[in-house]
């Protein structure tokens, strides 16, 4: 059985709460949509944030939408050393105890006690594709890239949802690391 998906690299970005959005852009603010994103209802925003760590600043991260309950900062390892933050791989949404940082936007800045994270490696899957698949929501399971650096992902979550397009989301340093680009197929080894 063919078990081959595509694969996206995310860079850093921001998901705001829509009090910090209006903190940091002006009352009443909403997002301005700059285009979609292959998750269905997910977009990249016009706005952008500064993210300051306690070493360092990173300037211009792009704000995805729509709206979240909560803020949540999602970069790289790299991203981490150079704010000087601990990197922590979570789930998406899983942000307790996590570090903070500040937010600085054209009208405010916020001061997120916790939220930054290192996304863990996942995989969005219609509930059909699950089924094809052979997994469920909340797997766990190992992908396989190819070509000259090729290489084997453990510990790839599985997130079933009736919205979810078929795709394995890993961020910029892994995604080079393994020589894919978006786009690339991808095995599902289990």
């Known amino acids: 059985m063919d078990l081959k998906l595509p694969i996206a690299l995310s860079n850093r970005h921001v998901h705001l709460s829509q009090e910090d959005l209006e903190i940091l852009f002006g009352k009443g603010h909403t997002l301005t949509k700059k285009k979609d994103l292959s998750q269905p209802g997910q977009y990249a925003c016009e706005e952008t944030v500064d993210i300051i760590g306690p070493k360092n600043t990173i300037k211009k991260v792009r704000v995805l939408g729509p709206v979240r309950s909560r803020t949540q900062v999602e970069i790289s390892i790299s991203d981490a050393f150079k704010l000087g933050v601990e990197p922590v791989i979570r789930n998406s949404g899983d942000i307790k105890g996590t570090p903070g940082a500040k937010l600085v936007g054209p009208k405010g800045e916020v001061d997120i006690e916790e939220g ?11 509930t059909s ?19 000259i650096r090729a290489l084997i992902f453990d510990n790839v979550l599985v997130r079933m949802g009736d919205t979810h397009a078929l795709e394995m989301h890993v961020d910029v340093e892994e995604g080079n690391a ?13």
Do not use: Q, S
């Open 178 to 190: 393994a020589g894919v680009k978006n786009g690339d197929l991808v095995e599902l080894i289990k």
């Open 129 to 147: 594709d699950a089924e094809k698949f052979g997994v469920r929501d909340g797997d766990v399971v190992k992908v396989k890239t190819e070509g």
């Open 116 to 126: 930054v994270i290192i996304a863990a490696r996942h995989i969005h899957m219609h």
